[in-house]
């Protein structure tokens, strides 16, 4: 079993930064696909960033490439996700979600993803 913890979330201005936290406790997260999502009421869940268990590749929705940035610290079995240059659109519940054997192609698709945190809220004042 998997536990994902998120933190960091908070109201921000636009243009202002934030690092949200998932500390992942149940598997090292070097064996792990995780991948960070949002969602707005009314909507789907939306991928925003992923991070590959081997060979560290790193995927970003369009929307956010350029600003933010996925990261993992195998030592604290914690993956990051820092949001720069945030804009009111941001504002959403951010989750984090670890699955294994996600291939790149499919990394954007929250099917693919096992265990999910409980999210935490992101927003943006303009």
């Known amino acids: 079993q998997v536990q994902l913890v998120e933190s960091g979330g908070g109201w921000v201005q636009t243009g202002g930064s934030l690092r949200l936290s998932c500390v992942v406790s149940?598997?090292?997260?070097?064996?792990?696909?995780v991948g960070w999502f949002r969602q707005t009421p009314g909507n789907e869940r939306e991928f925003v960033a992923g991070?590959?268990?081997?060979?560290?590749?790193?995927v970003y929705s369009e929307s956010v490439k350029g600003r933010f940035t996925i990261s993992k610290d195998n030592g604290k079995n914690t993956v990051y996700l820092d949001m720069n240059s945030l804009k009111p659109e941001d504002t959403a519940v951010y989750y984090c979600?670890?699955?294994?054997?996600?291939?790149?192609?499919?990394?954007?698709?929250?099917?693919?993803?096992?265990?999910w945190g409980q999210g935490t809220q992101v927003t943006v004042s303009s």
């Open positions: 979600a670890s699955g294994e054997r996600i291939i790149v192609g499919l990394i954007r698709s929250a099917a693919r993803y096992d265990y």
């Open positions: 991070h590959k268990q081997t060979g560290g590749a790193t």
């Open positions: 149940g598997r090292p997260i070097r064996m792990l696909t």
